[in-house]
């Protein structure tokens, strides 16, 4: 990898492993503070800290290390970046930046307690949205950027398909760009003006509803470079080629279409938007189930068919026979279980009736923790094994990958302890985002009785994370600035697959094509719901409704 490249990339994962410790310091409150045995100092509160951590692991630490993943495949994938592309890479990682300092700064200061999920009634200083606004604005330029690089290769290369790794981090970042559009239109026209004064209200409904375009398929922009990496690096670690070019490249096509129409699925209770427009979104979140499950086939078959290769016997005896010491294969297959009852949760949250029994509750924390909190970021910690060493010339030593090991297990067994005793919780009616946990009152007690249910466990299982994500940053030091520089035939590389793409139809590379069916879908499931929502403002409040 080029000098340039290397120190891009760098840049982006030290942003992210910056952002990774401070936001799991904040997680490690958050239990305690929930168990009561912690009282923060006056300056501090808990919606304070809650929104460091959200912010901090499910925005910062995730963008920045897909960033980081994307720089150091596009040029592993297509070449070198020319001077240009690498300019813009680098003035959009300037932006992202600052916009996320901003944003921190807010913050920390108390002008912006109001979740990573921000939308109104809770309000914010007004530069807290101003530095959302950079940090979007960044994302897009250093995507911009990396497309150009694609556009590049492909006038090189016409009529050919572009290598997966690229396919896929265009796909991500087509998607990224479109989710952010409701974002966008949010924090421009209805946050900014509010928080600065410049209009008395605003319209609540119609904020949660630009909020949630854009919040249901943030979870797919950080799900999918997790997917890159079961696609295109899995296989390469087990010594194969990628099962089928055509199905990968299909799944993230129905990412493309199926992940942006389906936000109701997160305002099921919400009485502003009728039935059938939930229903019909509903729908449409059992659309992008299938791209999942069509991973999960592609997967096993990778596994089945290596292991059996590798001379497995019988029903399960291929299992036997996968690299389980190497630990860059280990956290990714672990990760993936995780994914398997993270999944079924996710179905039973955008079941309509169902999402009435675990909404807003501890549910929906424990989902999102075995599903952002391990198959995304264990997949990220698996990455970060080899990409650092990639990166850095130096070595990924047998001690060091004890160490992993012990941090993978120990986040494993921390986060199952968690998320457990939270999906009980939920399930009992435990809330979730609340300082007041109403612990000396008898209904409340009697919800954390068991040996799941209990708010104990919830917090012995955070703390064994918070020792987990230290080791990982002693390990992401050592990996940066300590271990011994590699000689040539040590040197890390960055896997990637063989994909045979001779039989993979033309057609789906055709982006027109998917942004164009795209669009349309959002059209249908959001064009009437939204005007309904900007026309029927509550009377006196003009278009933006006050509460
Ligand atoms: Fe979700 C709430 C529905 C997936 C993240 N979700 C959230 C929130 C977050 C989040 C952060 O419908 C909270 C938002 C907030 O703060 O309010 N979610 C779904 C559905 C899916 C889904 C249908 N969610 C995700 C992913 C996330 C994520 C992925 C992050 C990365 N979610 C919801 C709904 C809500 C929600 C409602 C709102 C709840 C409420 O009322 O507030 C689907 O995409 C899931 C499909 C996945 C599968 C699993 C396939 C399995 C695979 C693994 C194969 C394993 C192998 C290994 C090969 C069907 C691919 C073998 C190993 C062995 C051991 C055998």
Same mark, same amino acid.
């Given at each position: 990898i080029a000098k340039g490249e290397r120190k891009l990339a760098l840049a982006n994962l030290g942003f992210a492993y910056a952002a990774f410790l401070i936001g799991t310091l904040c997680g490690l409150l958050q239990v305690f503070i929930r168990n009561d045995a912690l009282t923060l100092p006056g300056w501090l509160d808990y919606y304070q800290v809650l929104t460091a951590h959200g912010l901090l692991l499910a925005i910062v630490f995730t963008t920045f290390f897909i960033f980081a993943f994307f720089q150091a495949g596009m040029s592993r994938a297509l070449g070198s970046f020319g001077p240009k592309v690498l300019l813009w890479n680098w003035i959009g990682f300037i932006v992202t930046s600052l916009g996320t300092l901003l944003v921190v700064i807010m913050v920390i200061g108390g002008? %912006?307690?109001?979740?990573? +999920? #921000?939308?109104?009634p809770l309000q914010a200083h007004g530069l807290f949205y101003v530095g959302l606004a950079l940090f979007v604005i960044g994302t897009w330029i250093q995507g911009f950027a990396l497309v150009g690089h694609y556009r590049v290769w492909r006038k090189q290369h016409e009529g050919e398909l572009s290598p997966l790794f690229a396919f896929m981090t265009v796909a991500t970042i087509i998607l990224w760009v479109i989710a952010c559009l409701g974002v966008v239109a949010a924090v421009l026209f209805q946050f900014i003006p509010w928080a600065f004064g410049m209009? @008395?209200? =605003?319209?609540v409904e119609l904020s949660r509803s630009l909020f949630w375009y854009f919040g249901h398929p943030l979870v797919y922009f950080w799900l999918l470079p997790a997917y890159m990496a079961w696609y295109v690096i899995v296989p390469k670690i087990l010594g194969t080629k990628v099962f089928s070019d055509s199905l990968a490249r299909l799944s993230f096509v129905l990412f493309i279409l199926f992940s942006i129409p389906v936000g109701f699925h997160h305002q099921l +209770?919400? &009485?502003? =938007? %009728?039935s059938f427009w939930k229903f019909l979104q509903t729908v449409l979140t059992f659309m992008v189930i299938i791209p999942s499950l069509m991973t999960a086939f592609s997967m096993f078959a990778t596994f089945e068919l290596r292991g059996r290769e590798l001379g497995g016997k019988g029903l399960f005896g291929w299992l036997r026979k996968l690299p389980w010491k190497d630990v860059r294969f280990t956290s990714i297959f672990i990760a993936m279980a995780f994914f398997i009852p993270g999944g079924a949760g996710g179905i039973i949250n955008a079941s309509f009736q169902m999402n009435e029994v675990i909404h807003n509750t501890l549910w929906v924390v424990g989902h999102f923790h075995i599903t952002v909190g391990t198959p995304v970021a264990m997949t990220f910690f698996g990455l970060t094994f080899w990409l650092i060493p990639y990166l850095t010339g130096r070595r990924f030593t047998k001690a060091l990958q004890k160490l992993a090991f012990i941090q993978i297990i120990s986040w494993s067994v921390g986060m199952l302890l968690m998320s457990t005793a939270q999906h009980v919780l939920g399930l009992m009616g435990a809330p979730r985002r609340t300082a007041y946990t109403g612990y000396a009152h008898d209904d409340a007690l %009697?919800? #954390? @009785?068991g040996v799941l249910s209990n708010h104990v466990t919830m917090a012995v299982g955070g703390s064994i994370l918070f020792l987990s994500a230290s080791l990982l940053i002693f390990i992401v030091i050592q990996l940066w600035w300590m271990a011994p520089k590699a000689d040539v035939h040590q040197a890390e590389s960055f896997p990637i697959a063989p994909s045979d793409a001779s039989a993979t139809p033309r057609f789906l590379e055709n982006w027109k094509l998917w942004i164009g069916i795209a669009f349309v879908l959002i059209a249908v499931a959001y064009t009437i719901p939204l005007a309904d929502l900007i026309q029927h %403002? &509550? &009377?006196?409040?003009?278009?933006f409704q006050t509460w």
């Amino acid at each position: 990898i080029a000098k340039g490249e290397r120190k891009l990339a760098l840049a982006n994962l030290g942003f992210a492993y910056a952002a990774f410790l401070i936001g799991t310091l904040c997680g490690l409150l958050q239990v305690f503070i929930r168990n009561d045995a912690l009282t923060l100092p006056g300056w501090l509160d808990y919606y304070q800290v809650l929104t460091a951590h959200g912010l901090l692991l499910a925005i910062v630490f995730t963008t920045f290390f897909i960033f980081a993943f994307f720089q150091a495949g596009m040029s592993r994938a297509l070449g070198s970046f020319g001077p240009k592309v690498l300019l813009w890479n680098w003035i959009g990682f300037i932006v992202t930046s600052l916009g996320t300092l901003l944003v921190v700064i807010m913050v920390i200061g108390g002008q %912006a307690s109001v979740l990573y +999920t #921000f939308y109104a009634p809770l309000q914010a200083h007004g530069l807290f949205y101003v530095g959302l606004a950079l940090f979007v604005i960044g994302t897009w330029i250093q995507g911009f950027a990396l497309v150009g690089h694609y556009r590049v290769w492909r006038k090189q290369h016409e009529g050919e398909l572009s290598p997966l790794f690229a396919f896929m981090t265009v796909a991500t970042i087509i998607l990224w760009v479109i989710a952010c559009l409701g974002v966008v239109a949010a924090v421009l026209f209805q946050f900014i003006p509010w928080a600065f004064g410049m209009v @008395d209200g =605003i319209n609540v409904e119609l904020s949660r509803s630009l909020f949630w375009y854009f919040g249901h398929p943030l979870v797919y922009f950080w799900l999918l470079p997790a997917y890159m990496a079961w696609y295109v690096i899995v296989p390469k670690i087990l010594g194969t080629k990628v099962f089928s070019d055509s199905l990968a490249r299909l799944s993230f096509v129905l990412f493309i279409l199926f992940s942006i129409p389906v936000g109701f699925h997160h305002q099921l +209770t919400e &009485p502003g =938007i %009728a039935s059938f427009w939930k229903f019909l979104q509903t729908v449409l979140t059992f659309m992008v189930i299938i791209p999942s499950l069509m991973t999960a086939f592609s997967m096993f078959a990778t596994f089945e068919l290596r292991g059996r290769e590798l001379g497995g016997k019988g029903l399960f005896g291929w299992l036997r026979k996968l690299p389980w010491k190497d630990v860059r294969f280990t956290s990714i297959f672990i990760a993936m279980a995780f994914f398997i009852p993270g999944g079924a949760g996710g179905i039973i949250n955008a079941s309509f009736q169902m999402n009435e029994v675990i909404h807003n509750t501890l549910w929906v924390v424990g989902h999102f923790h075995i599903t952002v909190g391990t198959p995304v970021a264990m997949t990220f910690f698996g990455l970060t094994f080899w990409l650092i060493p990639y990166l850095t010339g130096r070595r990924f030593t047998k001690a060091l990958q004890k160490l992993a090991f012990i941090q993978i297990i120990s986040w494993s067994v921390g986060m199952l302890l968690m998320s457990t005793a939270q999906h009980v919780l939920g399930l009992m009616g435990a809330p979730r985002r609340t300082a007041y946990t109403g612990y000396a009152h008898d209904d409340a007690l %009697a919800w #954390f @009785d068991g040996v799941l249910s209990n708010h104990v466990t919830m917090a012995v299982g955070g703390s064994i994370l918070f020792l987990s994500a230290s080791l990982l940053i002693f390990i992401v030091i050592q990996l940066w600035w300590m271990a011994p520089k590699a000689d040539v035939h040590q040197a890390e590389s960055f896997p990637i697959a063989p994909s045979d793409a001779s039989a993979t139809p033309r057609f789906l590379e055709n982006w027109k094509l998917w942004i164009g069916i795209a669009f349309v879908l959002i059209a249908v499931a959001y064009t009437i719901p939204l005007a309904d929502l900007i026309q029927h %403002a &509550p &009377p006196g409040s003009g278009r933006f409704q006050t509460w």
